[in-house]
């Protein structure tokens, strides 16, 4: 006898309404129980698109490893933790754990505005009137130091290069930051705008910062149950990330996996129109996760997100 679903009318019914076909498609997947689970958060982050995303994006994964053949549990408590799937051990692969992070575009804008308006508060106690603009661009790719004052210093060097009399298009450098003088005379005092590109720099903030983040938060559960650990990026397309891009940094970049022992892989998955699937794999790992495991999912790479269980028939 089939079970007997719990989800209340509401969640039901914001399920069958107002959730896309393929989320689902993908909630069809999962046990009853697992199911309940996820109707439950969905239904709780209904009013917040960007933890609406996040918790799609995590059943999107859960679909991915249940699909590749895995055995998976969600949320399953650890330590006090809650990674968002645990898999199960068999007799391919010890049981391990895996964490989704959703790249988007606004997150790290956001961060670097709320720098740039506390500077421009305290640039107003220097003696000369001083006045910052900002800019943004798709096109500028200009060095950033990931979006990191150093206000004292910047203030102080500030002060001492208005003494120099700047002109109109000259560049005020600091800290790897370019100022342009786009308005300077000695009553009205000096306007420097900041070009920020949104180009390479910006988006290896982000994939920095999300492995980083993951990293910190389940290191040491890693450590102490000896487990190995996959962190799983989601690369939405408004983040404009490139994945060959982040596969060079985590493989020869400044984030080698070497500085990530407790990793064993980051997978970077895309969907729409199609899925994209790579997985890296860290030869530098504390506890061993064999790399060809993912060899299933890489297989989705390029199908279609609602034409999967096809693909399977098919093979």
Known sequence: MKNKRKSTKEQIDFIKNDLSTEVKLWLDAFDVETREKLEKRIYEKKDDSKQLEDIENEISVGYLLIKSGFSIIYENKIDGKTPDWYVSENNTHPAFIVEVRTLNSMGAIE????????????????????????????????????????????????DKWLFNMPQVDDIFEINDMKFRVV?????????????VGLGHKL???RFISALKEKHSTYRNLV??????????????????????????????????????????????????????????????QLFTLEENIFE???????????????FIEGR
């Open 223 to 284: 450590v102490k149950n000896k487990i190995p650990y996959v962190i799983v990026i989601f690369n939405t397309i408004e983040s404009g990330t490139n994945p060959r891009r982040m596969e060079n940094l985590f493989s020869r970049g400044i984030i080698s996996g070497r500085n990530f022992p407790e990793v064993s892989g980051v997978m970077i998955i895309e969907h729409l129109p199609n899925w994209t699937v790579h997985y890296l794999h860290n030869p530098y």
């Open 203 to 205: 988006n290896d903030y």
């Open 111 to 158: 961060r670097f505005h709320k720098e740039f308006i506390e500077l421009k508060n305290e640039i107003k106690h220097l003696n000369y009137k001083v006045e910052l603009e900002l800019e943004y661009s798709h096109l500028v790719d200009e060095k950033m130091t990931t979006c990191f004052f150093d206000r004292d210093n910047i203030i102080l060097e500030i």
């Open 296 to 310: 299933t999912m890489q297989e989705f790479h390029n199908v279609p997100i609602d034409k999967i269980d096809d």
């Open 183 to 195: 308005n300077y005379n000695c009553s009205n005092g000096v306007i420097l705008k900041k070009s």
